[in-house]
Structures are given as structure tokens and as C-alpha cells.
């Protein structure tokens, strides 16, 4: 309330813009109509934030350098992006979330928290993937079956169309699930890696992705969570 009060009185203020678009996505209402509004709400304050971070400009007679000013100014863009990401994730847009908590993480390599539900984003875009390529399978077998009674030259063009298209969204999931594994189980280790309140949540996660890949095993896996330690030390990419 206190910072909506301070925007009624400077729609512009960047503090208050930034609060409310962090704190609205975290302390979301039971009530699934008033979260829908919450979010939508949060939303807004991190589009003027990030509005308003963008028209800054270093002042003049400071004694920080360029570099310095990049770096506080990438603090506060690798924020808001991290609130957009918390919005999209509550509203279950996976693909927007990776792109904003890609951003986020980008901007500001030490944030366990993004890293871990940047890591949760990628995980329900592998089993949205998984579950898609199961009915895909399920769909192609049903209409393969059902083209060995066709006759009617006219039903089975139609029906054969059909199966070609399901079998190159097949193919494009196919793609799709790994890279989605892959992503999630470097955003989780890096989140493991970085420790914090999530560690161990972001570690069950990871565990669960690995031995999808890795058959069962955990072999290998704390090595891969010093080496995506070590990329944290490197520029993104």
C-alpha cells in the first residue's frame, strides 16, 4: 500500500515501481480471479520500472565510470526481468519465463533464486514436451492402424496427410525434450552451485532431471555442479 501511495504521488518512482513489481508475484491471494489480477498488476509496475530504467542516464559530475554505471544500471534491469519471470511462471507461460529468467540471469550471475526457477521453467517445458510426444505416439499408431482398412482413395490422401503432420511435430518434439533437460539441468546446477534458500529444493529437482538422463544414476553429477560453477565466473553468453 505504502508504495502504491508514493506512485500516486510519483507515478514514476523507481523504488516503489520496483518493490511492488518483486513483492505482488510472491504474496499472491488464494483466490485464482484476484491472482489473476494480482499478476496483471505486477506486470505493469515492472513495465514502467523497466520503462524508466532504460530512460536513465548517468548523472552528470559523478565519479563513476561507464563500467561502474553499466553494472548498477544491469542491477536493477537483471531485477525486473526476475519479477517479469516470477509473472509468467505464476501464470504457467513457460517460454516467456525462460526468456525473462534468462535475461535475469544474465544481467546478475549470483541469484540462486532465478537460477532455480529458471531451471523449474525449462523442467515443465521437458514434461509439457514428454507428455506431448506420448499422445503424439499414441495418435500415429491409432492412425496408421486405421489406414490399413482404408480403401477410399480420397479418405486416405486426408488420413495420410494427417500422419505426416504428426510425425514432423513428432520429430520437432523429439528435439525439443532433450534441449528442454539439458537447459533445466544447467539452470539447476548452477542454482545448487550458487547454495541459498533454494539449494535444496533446486537440488531434488536436478537429481530427478539427471537420472532421467544419466539411467538412474547420479554418477557424475557433482562434477557437473562445479563445472556449471565455474561457467557462473565467465560473461553469459
Known amino acids: 500500500e505504502t508504495g502504491e501511495k508514493l ?15 518483486s513483492i505482488l508475484p510472491e504474496r499472491l491471494p488464494a483466490d485464482e480471479a484476484k491472482k489473476t489480477e494480482q499478476l496483471e498488476k505486477a506486470q505493469g509496475f515492472a513495465q514502467r520500472a523497466l520503462t524508466e530504467i532504460n530512460a536513465l542516464q548517468k548523472p552528470t559530475g559523478t565519479t563513476m565510470t561507464d563500467e561502474q554505471w553499466n553494472t548498477e544500471k544491469n542491477k536493477l534491469l537483471g531485477s525486473v526481468y526476475s519479477s517479469m519471470g516470477l509473472i509468467s511462471l505464476n501464470k504457467k507461460d513457460y517460454p516467456k519465463s525462460v526468456e525473462q529468467y534468462t535475461l535475469a540471469t544474465n544481467l546478475i550471475r549470483t541469484n540462486p533464486i532465478d537460477f532455480y526457477r529458471l531451471g523449474i521453467s525449462y523442467t515443465f517445458l521437458a514434461r509439457n514436451s514428454a507428455k506431448e510426444l506420448n499422445e503424439l505416439v499414441t495418435n500415429i ?18 488420413k495420410e496427410k494427417k500422419l505426416a503432420e504428426l510425425k514432423s511435430k513428432q520429430a520437432e518434439d523429439e528435439k525439443k525434450f532433450p534441449e528442454y533437460r539439458e537447459k533445466g539441468i544447467d539452470a539447476l546446477s548452477k542454482s545448487v552451485f550458487l547454495k541459498g534458500v533454494t539449494e535444496q529444493q533446486a ?5 530427478t532431471l539427471y537420472k532421467s538422463k544419466n539411467n538412474n544414476s547420479l554418477d557424475g553429477l557433482d562434477a ?5 560453477g565455474e ?5 553469459a553468453q
Open 231 to 235: 561457467e557462473l565466473k565467465k560473461p
Open 203 to 207: 537440488r531434488t529437482q536436478l537429481e
Open 224 to 228: 557437473l555442479i562445479q563445472k556449471a
Open 7 to 21: 506512485l500516486a504521488i510519483d507515478p514514476k518512482d523507481l523504488p516503489s515501481l520496483l518493490t511492488l513489481a
Open 141 to 158: 499408431n491409432s492412425l496408421q492402424t486405421e489406414l490399413q482398412s482404408v480403401s477410399d482413395p480420397a479418405v486416405k490422401e486426408e
